[in-house]
C-alpha cells in the first residue's frame, strides 16, 4: 500500500528518492539530487510560476500517498489540470509506461434551444439560456465532448488533438498501487482520478488541494492557501496548478531535452 497522510516525512521522500535514482540510472542526470535537498524556502515571488527543484522534491515527497498520484503526474508530466481531472482509466497503459491523454474536463456554458421572438426575448419567456427548458449546450457544432452530468462536460484536448504522455518508472509503480487502492471506488465516467464516490474533482476544489499540498511542502505560507479574494492584501504568490507544468517544462529544457519534444510532451499550444 502507498504511504498514508501520516506517514512520517523520510518515508515518503523514498519515492522522490527513487524517481531520480531513476533518472540517474537512464542518464537524465548526473547525481540524485535529493541528497542535496535543504528545506525549501516559502514562495515570496516567483515571477516564472514554476517551483524550483527543492520545492518540487518536497511536493513529491508531501504527496507520497494514495490520492497524490495525481500531483506526481502534474510535477513530472506537465499535463494540464484540465487534462487531469478529464483523464481515463482507458488511457492509462502501464506495461507501456504511457497516459494518453485524449480529453479534458470543463464546465460548459447553456444557450437558448427555444425560438427568439421578434421583440428580443425567447419563446420560453425566460431570459437566463441555463433557464430554458430546451436550453442546450453553448458549443462549437464540431466540438465533439461526452456529457457528464449537468455542466461537466469531457471534451478534446485545448491542442485539438489526443497526444500520449512517457511516464518514468517510479509513477508507473505508484500508479500501480493507486489503482489497486482504488479498484473498487465508484466510477462511473470511467476517470483515473476521482473522489470517492465516483464523481469527478472540480477545478475549484483541485486548486484548493494543490494549495494545502504546497502549504504541507513548506513551499508556500497558510495566508496563501486562501482563495485568492479572501487573502489578506498584499499576499505575494499565485500558486495555481499551472505551476506544475512550468515546472515540467523548466526542468525538461534544464536537462538538455530538445524544445520540440518538450512542447510534444505538455501538449504546449498558443496559450
Given at each position: 500500500m502507498l504511504a498514508s497522510r501520516r506517514a512520517?516525512?523520510?518515508r515518503r521522500m523514498r519515492f522522490s528518492c527513487g524517481m531520480l535514482s531513476a533518472a540517474k540510472a537512464?542518464?537524465?542526470v548526473t547525481r540524485n539530487v535529493v541528497d542535496d535537498v535543504k528545506p525549501p524556502e516559502v514562495i515570496a515571488k516567483n515571477p516564472r510560476g514554476s517551483l524550483t527543484t527543492e520545492q518540487a522534491l518536497a511536493v513529491l515527497a508531501a504527496s507520497a500517498n494514495v490520492e497524490g498520484t495525481r500531483w506526481w503526474v502534474a510535477v513530472l508530466d506537465g499535463i494540464r489540470q484540465s487534462e487531469r481531472l478529464g483523464a481515463l482509466i482507458e488511457g492509462l497503459d502501464l506495461d507501456a509506461g504511457t497516459l494518453r491523454v485524449d480529453w479534458q474536463l470543463?464546465?460548459?456554458r447553456s444557450e437558448h434551444g427555444c425560438e427568439p421572438l421578434a421583440d428580443g426575448r425567447w419563446s420560453c419567456l425566460t431570459k437566463r439560456g441555463s433557464s430554458c427548458p430546451q436550453r442546450r449546450f453553448k458549443v462549437k457544432p464540431s466540438l465533439e465532448y461526452i456529457h457528464l452530468y449537468g455542466r461537466l462536460a469531457l471534451i478534446r484536448p485545448k491542442s485539438g488533438k489526443s497526444r500520449t504522455v512517457p511516464l518514468i518508472p517510479p509513477v508507473v509503480a505508484v500508479l500501480r498501487e493507486y489503482l489497486e487502492a482504488t479498484k473498487d471506488r465508484p466510477n462511473p465516467y470511467g476517470l483515473l482520478w476521482r473522489h470517492e464516490d465516483?464523481?469527478?474533482?472540480?477545478?475549484?476544489e483541485d486548486q484548493q488541494l494543490w494549495r494545502d499540498l504546497l502549504f504541507r511542502a513548506g513551499v508556500i505560507s497558510q495566508e496563501q492557501t486562501k482563495p485568492p479574494k479572501d487573502r489578506a492584501p498584499g499576499t505575494p504568490g499565485i500558486p495555481t496548478t499551472h505551476?506544475?507544468?512550468?515546472?515540467?517544462?523548466t526542468a525538461l529544457m534544464e536537462l538538455g531535452i530538445d524544445a520540440k519534444i518538450v512542447g510534444e510532451i505538455v501538449g504546449h499550444v498558443d496559450e
Open positions: 512520517p516525512r523520510v537512464d542518464g537524465l470543463e464546465e460548459l465516483g464523481r469527478p474533482y472540480l477545478p475549484h505551476w506544475a507544468r512550468h515546472t515540467t517544462a
